[in-house]
């Protein structure tokens, strides 16, 4: 244990800088708070002495070190911001050491996966926010990897390119990426949990978003003439698969999921996310929404349902295919590591799928985190020290 205490004091450092992004800002980075971090490790990164490049306008922090004894480059990335589905602010990390279950927040009856870090040391919230692991434990590893090689000059390795980036957590995280200011033509984000994932695969995902116009007149004269919007929204829901929905699948499974609902009488809105990870069955989900909002046209013999659907980011497995050597190079780093390498498909969405489509490769490697997007958020430094070693042994020249 502390074999890098570096790591956490860097971790803990960054957890206690409020960078939780906002969805419904329509502002780029969302959150002004995010520059806070982003500063820091500006800051940081120009003490170890490497190259920084820094989009203030957008808050993307670009970084390199130049390689010693290689001619190729690899590229590192984690995002700043955090989850706005519970609070970031104050955050103050608990130090579990020697975890052994008797914990009036981590509970292994309610989270079995503990079972498996007894004995670990084990960093936390103090239970009223979560704890910033995602991805704050990412950007830890990676500076820590950095000040690795700046510390240890005689080790041969790639040029690094390292980006920091906001707003990943509300799907922005890429929108103002600039691939000209990133050295590297591969890469990996560092936004994974159990430490030995690699993820290379996601969802194909999209937003369905349906809008119901109503009919309201006084109710005592309602028959035959009112149409409740928020009742025809629920025959709508109604027509969606009950057995199609994220509690009910996992793997490969897609689903529906009534993600937002606002309704009256005379409107009403819904927002659906519409997930798979075979593109095929992804396309034919679509037009299952499609065809649903027929039915209800169809019912009332007018047009009051309305869809709209936008693609929100693509299955990265469909641009890696071609590029698995990065998948097999991380790999065998974690097994350097210590670990064992195992690979799950991603039920969500990762910055790399949309840069991969973009014709940037970029799995997703682990972090050592745990629960996130909750107040029982954590994070295991014993995993967090072996995928530290992961990223050395990638960035690791010979």
């Known amino acids: 244990m502390d074999q890098f205490p570096q790591l956490t004091e860097r971790f803990l450092r960054y957890v206690k800088i409020d960078t939780k992004s906002d969805e419904e800002s329509g502002k780029h980075p969302s959150t002004d708070k995010q520059r806070d971090l982003a500063g820091l490790l500006v800051t940081e990164l120009k003490d170890l002495g490497l190259e920084v490049d820094y989009d203030e306008q957008n808050c993307y922090v670009y970084a390199y070190l130049p390689p010693k004894d290689s001619d190729t480059d690899i590229g590192f990335i984690a995002h700043m911001d955090t989850s706005p589905a519970v609070s970031g602010k104050d955050v103050n990390p608990q130090i579990l050491r020697g975890y052994d279950g008797n914990d009036g927040i981590l509970d292994p009856e309610e989270f079995p996966e503990l079972k498996e870090h007894f004995g670990e040391t084990l960093i936390r919230s103090d239970g009223t926010t979560l704890l910033g692991a995602d991805d704050k434990v990412g950007i830890a590893e990676i500076m820590e990897m950095l000040s690795y090689f700046k510390s240890n000059p005689e080790t041969a390795h790639h040029g690094i390119a390292v980006a920091f980036t906001p707003d990943e957590e509300i799907g922005e995280g890429t929108l103002n990426f600039d691939l000209a200011r990133f050295h590297a033509k591969q890469a990996y984000t560092v936004d994974g949990g159990k430490f030995g ?194 990223l050395i042994f990638l960035a690791a020249a010979g």
């Open 197 to 390: 994932v690699l993820e290379y695969e996601c969802f194909n995902a999209a937003m369905a978003t349906v809008e119901i116009k109503g009919r309201s007149v006084h109710t005592g004269s309602a028959k035959g003439l009112m149409i409740n919007a928020s009742l025809v929204a629920n025959e709508f829901i109604n027509l969606m698969p009950e057995d199609e929905t994220p509690e009910t699948t996992e793997g490969y499974e897609g689903f529906y999921h009534l993600d937002s609902i606002r309704s009256e009488c005379e409107y009403a809105r819904m927002q659906f996310l519409i997930r798979d990870h075979d593109l095929e069955r992804f396309e034919a989900r679509k037009d299952f929404m499609r065809d649903a909002a027929f039915t209800i046209n169809e019912r009332y013999k007018a047009d009051i349902c309305s869809i709209s659907i936008e693609d929100q980011y693509p299955n990265m497995a469909l641009f890696l295919k071609d590029h698995m050597d990065l998948v097999e190079r991380a790999e065998n780093a974690v097994r350097m590591a210590g670990g064992i390498p195992s690979s799950e498909p991603v039920r969500g969405g990762t910055d790399g799928a949309i840069l991969s489509s973009r014709g940037l490769p970029c799995p997703n490697l682990s972090t050592g985190g745990y629960n996130y997007h909750s107040r029982y958020e954590f994070a295991s430094v014993e995993e967090m020290e072996k995928s530290l070693k992961t």
